[in-house]
């Protein structure tokens, strides 16, 4: 069976200070990988993925996950964030061609 | 264009009545899933249509849920002897995927909340 760690529930990091969301899964296939980022209010939306390929994914809005397979690890990172960004983080995981699994999720609070 | 909606987005039921919600996927979409999300946890799948038949239901809790798709659009999400514990956000995603892969990817309406007192 798979499952994914999410080992913070809440993050609290200054205006344009770095963030790093952890995620950790477990999983003895080969996995897809996804963040997702649901903002106050609104619907769960696709940050990225990582399907194949070049191990570091990057979003439109500056945000970037590295897959490490030795250490399971889709950990979500970003250099400088905004306001803009609070909002509650899932890290997900699916085997090839079966359900999505999703993590407990993130809260990140920007403080200004 | 119009995303995924679901209707009504709050429900209000007693413990042991039936509820309906209903989920509209994005046009031309034809795989849809749902998803429950409990306080605190992350989403949780329930089930999968390609179409209009449910690929994977294996997540359904027990008999007590059932979801259809008879014309491959809407869907509705149906949950009899309602219990307390079934109170949660209920999510549906849409995708164009024409094959089986999960990986293609969902867009998600807003939810639909229920409540069982």
């Known amino acids: 069976a798979q499952s994914v760690t999410q080992l913070d529930s809440q993050v609290p990091v200054f205006e344009e200070a770095p963030v790093e969301l952890r995620c950790n899964y477990s999983?003895?296939?080969?996995?897809?990988l996804f963040w997702y980022v649901q903002y106050p209010n609104q619907g769960l939306q696709l940050l990225l993925k990582?399907?194949?390929?070049?191990?570091l994914v990057e979003s439109i809005n500056g945000f970037e996950a590295e897959f490490n397979k030795s250490q399971t690890s889709f950990h979500l990172r970003k250099p400088s964030v905004h306001i803009s960004d609070t909002a509650e983080y899932f890290c997900?995981?699916?085997?090839?061609?079966?359900?999505?699994?999703f993590g407990k999720g993130t809260r990140l609070h920007i403080l200004p | 264009g119009a995303g995924v909606s679901q209707t009504p987005s709050n429900k209000v039921t007693e413990k042991g009545k039936y509820v309906e919600l209903r989920c509209d996927p994005i046009?031309?979409?034809?795989?849809l899933y749902w998803y429950r999300q409990s306080l605190g946890q992350g989403p949780e799948f329930l089930i999968y249509?390609?179409?209009?038949?449910?690929?994977?239901d294996s997540g359904l809790p027990n008999d007590r849920f059932f979801a259809v798709r008879p014309e491959g659009s809407v869907s509705t999400l149906k949950i009899q002897r309602t219990e307390r514990g079934d109170s949660a956000v209920y999510l549906c995603?849409?995708?164009?995927?024409?094959?089986?892969?999960?990986?293609?990817?969902?867009?998600f309406g807003p939810g639909t909340r229920l409540t069982v007192l």
């Open positions: 995603a849409s995708s164009r995927s024409a094959g089986t892969s999960y990986a293609d990817t969902q867009y």
């Open positions: 999983s003895s296939v080969s996995v897809y």
């Open positions: 990582y399907l194949s390929g070049s191990t």
């Open positions: 997900a995981v699916t085997p090839l061609d079966d359900k999505i699994i």
């Open positions: 046009s031309g979409h034809t795989a």
């Open positions: 249509f390609q179409g209009t038949g449910a690929a994977d």
